[in-house]
């Protein structure tokens, strides 16, 4: 199903947890970095509100072994989901003791188009790493249950952990595996105190980590609301749309189209009384609750099912913590595992279980073509937004994500000037849009700015910049392109104030440093350009731009020892 992605890049998240992350990208020696700093701090600097530090070691070590090859994050991707799909139908076999229920919901899972961003975009190992240790957990401490073996306790614990610190969306199995005990086993409560404390410590470990790392438990960062509307939203409306939100959930699920990478502002309107998804919502928890209440001592299974479903899914409505986006095909991951167990155990209260099972094949064959048909969409980041604009037709974000690769991969790889001016007025159409959607989006307004610099219309680029900058001072990368603009037009020491600002708000960004430095040599302040020069080579140690503006401004200061060095590395760079 997933050959389709092993020669695709990096896409989308892949940007700043991997490819552009400095600490992935120091390999081995970035690994301490990543176990100190919040998940995203080596691309944007930024204290961040997640900490899953072990998938990104991971990045870090096959960066190690093969700089820049997304090849080898797609093939692990690829393995983990096979092997995660293979350890579900052993959990449900154990839980069930039934091949049907653990191979039909099993295959369901596996085949579901919705979870093509996960097994296609290569950060999406969080959260196939984190559910393949939680069932793991899992399955080891069922078995423990029947040979009273502690060694599985610690392994479960030790499992449970890593899965913890690879994502910590599987907090919720810390009610979900005691409730299989409780209603699949009959287990007492004295019975539940072993596999609960096994799974308890880890959490408890993580948190604490994260609270001393983060400064917090909890995030201490409020989410965008271009990212999440629902930061804005009353405790009524929000309750009523994380209603919504189920129902667009199973919607989802059930027929996996049209799909998306993102459902900013305003793809997903604030839920009212009349709408589709909201009562679709608040049916399936009305039949829900029903269907608990009636089953769960006769049919405990289909009991478990239902609210494996609604544990998963709960951290992802909004409901209870708000989160760092509305809606995501991502967060499903987990909680598609009790849907599918629950559609099959519905199909065979109704189907003769040879029927259930062609049905369920059947079934799966269509959603695994809908998934080697989504596949290729997720070869590129601009690709992903190409094929996906059109069913974000009312995304801010998306208009503003596919103008920006229209000018990134289209208009800077232009063939010609007419092609190139083609394309930027195509990438402004989209940033114009995305303003249109949310007027006081103000990164579009930046673009708009790049566009007319790109264009060659430097002043216009700066008026633009400097309407843009009024509204959010502290976007460094509207500072560091208003100071090209203010190059390019040879106000330098205006340019030099823009990027000491950019490098005020981030000390690491490696583009303003090398360029403030650049600034300085070209009016003649040796000595300030090799203090900026040298920030950016040591964030950036094989740019071969840096190592050749150190050794010309060592040159100009007569340090002809400094110069020969990095002229020499330059050198051996270059043939490298």
């Excluded at 997304?70 to 959990?91: K, R, T």
């Excluded at 799974?199 to 917090?216: C, D, E, F, K, N």
Aim: proline share 3%; charged share 15%; with cysteine.
């Amino acid at each position: 199903i997933y050959s389709n992605t092993l020669s695709h890049g990096f896409v989308l998240d892949d940007v700043s947890v991997i490819s552009e992350n400095r600490y992935v990208n120091a390999g081995v020696s970035g690994i301490p970095e990543i176990w100190k700093n919040s998940y995203r701090d080596g691309y944007w600097n930024d204290s961040g509100t997640l900490y899953r530090p072990v998938t990104q070691t991971i990045f870090a070590l096959l960066w190690e072994v093969s700089p820049n090859n997304p090849a080898l994050g797609h093939w692990l991707n690829v393995l983990l989901y096979a092997g995660l799909s293979w350890l579900l139908f052993s959990l449900f076999k154990s839980l069930t003791k039934n091949d049907l229920i653990a191979f039909s919901s099993s295959l369901l899972f596996t085949t579901t188009a919705i979870h093509t961003e996960v097994v296609a975009n290569i950060k999406s190992l969080d959260e196939i790493l984190s559910l393949l240790c939680a069932l793991s957990a899992w399955l080891l401490l069922w078995k423990n249950q029947e040979s009273k073996d502690k060694r599985l306790l610690i392994w479960a614990s030790l499992l449970f952990l890593i899965g913890m610190f690879s994502k910590e969306g599987i907090i919720s199995f810390l009610v979900i595996i005691p409730l299989s005990f409780f209603l699949l086993k009959k287990s007492s409560f004295k019975e539940l105190i072993s596999p609960l404390i096994a799974i308890a410590i880890p959490v408890g470990i993580y948190l604490l980590t994260r609270s001393m790392v983060l400064g917090g438990i909890t995030a201490s960062v409020k989410a965008s609301t271009i990212d999440n509307p629902m930061v804005n939203y009353s405790i009524i409306e929000r309750f009523m749309t994380a209603i919504k939100l189920i129902g667009l959930y199973a919607e989802k699920l059930i027929l996996p189209v049209p799909l998306a990478y993102e459902y900013a502002f305003d793809t997903i309107t604030k839920a009212s009384f009349g709408d589709v998804h909201f009562l679709l919502g608040f049916g399936i928890i009305g039949a829900s609750i029903f269907g608990i209440a009636k089953t769960w001592k006769s049919k405990p299974l289909l009991a478990f099912g239902i609210l494996f479903s609604f544990l998963s899914i709960g951290l992802y409505t909004n409901s209870v913590v708000l989160i760092g986006a509305m809606f995501a095909e991502r967060f499903a991951f987990a909680a598609s595992l009790g849907f599918y167990l629950t559609l099959t155990l519905l199909l065979l209260q109704y189907l003769k279980p040879n029927v259930t099972l062609l049905f369920t094949v059947v079934i799966s064959v269509l959603f695994a073509g809908l998934s080697i048909q989504r596949n290729p969409a997720w070869k590129s980041s601009f690709s992903l937004y190409e094929a996906d604009i059109e069913t974000l037709e009312s995304s801010c974000k998306a208009h503003y994500n596919y103008g920006l690769e229209l000018m990134k991969q289209k208009a800077a790889n232009a063939k010609n000037p007419q092609e190139k001016q083609k394309y930027l007025a195509l990438a402004s159409a989209q940033f114009e849009k995305a303003l249109e959607i949310k007027p006081g989006y103000q990164l579009p307004k930046s673009q708009l700015a790049l566009v007319q610099y790109r264009m060659g219309n430097y002043p216009k680029a700066i008026e633009l910049y400097e309407e843009a900058l009024a509204q959010n001072t502290s976007d460094d990368a509207s500072w560091n392109n208003l100071a090209g603009a203010y190059v390019s037009t040879q106000q330098y020491q205006k340019a030099i104030d823009a990027y000491q600002k950019a490098i005020e708000i981030n000390p690491n960004y490696i583009d303003a440093l090398g360029n403030c430095g650049a600034v300085y040599g070209m009016i003649g302040n040796h000595e300030q350009a090799i203090v900026y020069l040298e920030r950016a080579h040591q964030l950036a140690p094989r740019n071969l731009t840096y190592i050749q503006y150190l050794g010309m401004s060592h040159d100009a200061l007569g340090n002809y020892t400094q110069a020969k060095e990095y002229s020499e590395l330059y050198g051996r760079l270059q043939k490298k």
